[in-house]
């Protein structure tokens, strides 16, 4: 879907306006010119992160082609339909530089709450123009709304350098990161309404190239609604909480093996039974365990929870094998897969679970057989009670044709789960230690509880994790002899198994051959989860990375 709207007005035509990017904010009277919000924008971020937990995306396409074009109007790649106006939403992309800016300055940008040509709409717009010159500006119908640098290590000149983009609009307010750093909060209550989402290049007329392509990819937008999010102040231990949305008296399911909570609609939901087995469901991967059962009247929804020393990926996929080979009941079909014919897994939003949503064919029970199975959609997660002791395995059930319809009440359902009164439950005084494959130096970690992970492969080197801030940590990598271009993430797994695409982005290696960024997740959470690599950005193989550590 295109579109198209014309330049605005004020664009790069004068040497002067190009002397105030350079050099400074630019801050006439009324400008909203924004410093020092990095930890507020940190936080609208992660409510809108963790507003996403088990939302579908919306529809929109995974990459781009953002051509330049040499007139008066640019073209707009639209992320949603004219029909389905969003208000607020959560939008991940990585943009590729399409020059060095030191010869051409280049620019990129998302509209939205877009209500079409001479009518209300916003612009975020990126803009290098070289000599380490890297700034945001903000634009709705009537001219610029604010403005402000960008740190130019994360924002290089060079072609080809990639940058990764996190936005979040959430009521009044936008925020957004780039290379995972929150740059910037701003107040955008003068464009209330909902609208359509773009994202186009060469806004300005200084920094179109005709023909010239910013090549997009990894697009990830989620819907957030049109109302703002309930965050309630921060709690004890500094966290932030988001109303569940339970109307009228809320119903309370207790765990009695394990002490989680689960606050729920009794409106939407009911609460079948809380069942205390304490029978071992070893094909799962869980002993001792405690099953919860709701239900609304089309879908059900089932908690397993017990004792277990898995990861929360190691957990779903006991449960897909058990599908898959034991089950006779259902007929494994496969893992759903988005329009881009990647499967729908991945680590939860808030970094703590994991989720699959696989397709079966339900036969019925043994004694009751169906002439034509029923297709089914089932989600799965697993989340830990308390980490590396206990589980909750989570089965949401759904015919085909109604899932999409019922997402919305899971996802409501289970935000009402709380584990911080949680325990590991009954019979786990001896605890199991668990040998991988091949023996492997753990790394001791430092008295200030800074990580040190030595790297090998076919370059050697050092990562450095230490806290950064009460939820983050600074990740340092330093390659021996490693070629500036190489990607370094965090993988979950191990270096013999890691998992795929990448949980955590670091960057890439620069000319001395070290590449450092913060991440959304503290120290502690990475050990024995995760593997620090090395990878070819070229062919982005993260099966076989050049360089691995695991975080031990």
């Known amino acids: 879907m295109h579109g198209t709207r014309k330049r605005i007005w004020f664009a790069w035509c004068a040497p002067f306006l190009a002397l105030l990017l350079a050099f400074g904010p630019i801050s006439p009277a009324g400008l909203n010119s924004v410093s020092a919000q990095d930890a507020d924008a940190e936080e609208l971020i992660a409510v809108a992160q963790g507003m996403v937990e088990d939302l579908e995306p919306v529809d929109a396409p995974r990459t781009l082609d953002l051509e330049q074009q040499e007139d008066s109007s640019i073209t707009l790649n639209f992320l949603n339909p004219a029909d389905a106006p969003i208000i607020d939403f959560h939008l991940t992309f990585r943009a590729v530089a399409p020059r060095d800016s030191n010869d051409h300055p280049f620019d990129f940008g998302i509209y939205f709450r877009d209500q079409g040509t ?59 990161a780039i290379g995972g750093e929150a740059i910037a909060l701003v107040d955008i209550s003068s464009n209330p309404g909902g609208g359509r989402i773009a994202l186009s290049s060469g806004i300005f007329t200084e920094t179109q190239v005709d023909g010239d392509i910013v090549p997009v990819s990894r697009i990830s937008l989620y819907d957030l609604g049109g109302e703002e999010a309930v965050i309630d102040e921060e709690d004890e231990e500094g966290g932030t909480g988001v109303d569940n949305g339970t109307s009228g008296d809320a119903g309370v399911a207790e765990s009695e093996l394990y002490g989680f909570t689960v606050t729920f609609d009794p409106d939407v939901w009911e609460l079948r039974d809380v069942t205390q087995t304490g029978q071992d469901y070893n094909s799962l991967g869980l002993s001792d365990v405690e099953i919860i059962d709701f239900v609304d009247g089309r879908t059900q929804v089932l908690m397993f929870a017990g004792q277990s020393t898995d990861t929360p990926q190691e957990c779903v996929e006991h449960d897909i094998a058990y ?56 989600y799965i997660e697993c989340r830990p009670i308390v980490e590396g002791e206990s589980m909750i395995l989570i089965e949401h059930y759904a015919r085909d044709a109604e899932y999409n319809d019922a997402i919305e009440g899971r996802i409501a359902l ?35 509880g800074t990580i040190v992970v030595s790297l090998t492969g076919d370059f050697e080197g050092e990562a450095t994790i230490e806290a950064s801030g009460s939820s983050r940590s600074r990740v340092t990598v330093v390659i021996e002899g490693g070629e500036p271009g190489l990607l370094v993430v965090l993988q979950e797994g191990t270096c013999r198994r890691p998992a795929g695409e990448p949980a955590y982005e670091i960057g890439e290696l620069d000319e001395q051959g070290e590449v450092s960024a913060r991440i959304r997740v503290t120290p502690d959470s990475l050990i024995g989860e995760y593997a620090v690599t090395v990878i070819d950005p070229d062919s982005e193989d993260y099966e076989e990375p050049l360089a691995c550590g695991n975080i031990r």
């Open 118 to 176: 001479d009518n209300p709409y916003l612009n975020l717009v990126f803009i290098s123009d070289g000599d380490d010159n890297a700034r945001w500006n903000l634009f709705n119908e009537e001219g610029r709304l604010a403005a402000g640098d960008i740190d130019p290590e994360l924002f290089p000149a060079e072609e080809g350098s990639r940058y990764n983009v996190e936005i979040a609009v959430i009521g009044d307010e936008l925020a957004f």
């Open 323 to 378: 599908f898959d080979e034991v089950s006779t009941r259902y007929d494994f079909v496969g893992i759903a897969e988005d329009e881009d014919d990647e499967p729908i897994s991945g680590r939860t939003s808030n970094g703590d679970g994991y989720y699959a949503v696989v397709l079966l064919d339900d036969n019925g029970p043994a004694d009751n057989e169906f002439d034509e199975p029923a297709e089914i959609t089932v």
């Open 414 to 448: 289970l935000a009402g789960i709380d584990v911080s009164g949680g325990g590991s439950g009954a019979g786990n005084d001896d605890e199991e230690v668990i040998e991988d494959e091949e023996p492997i130096d753990e790394e001791e970690p430092a008295d200030d």
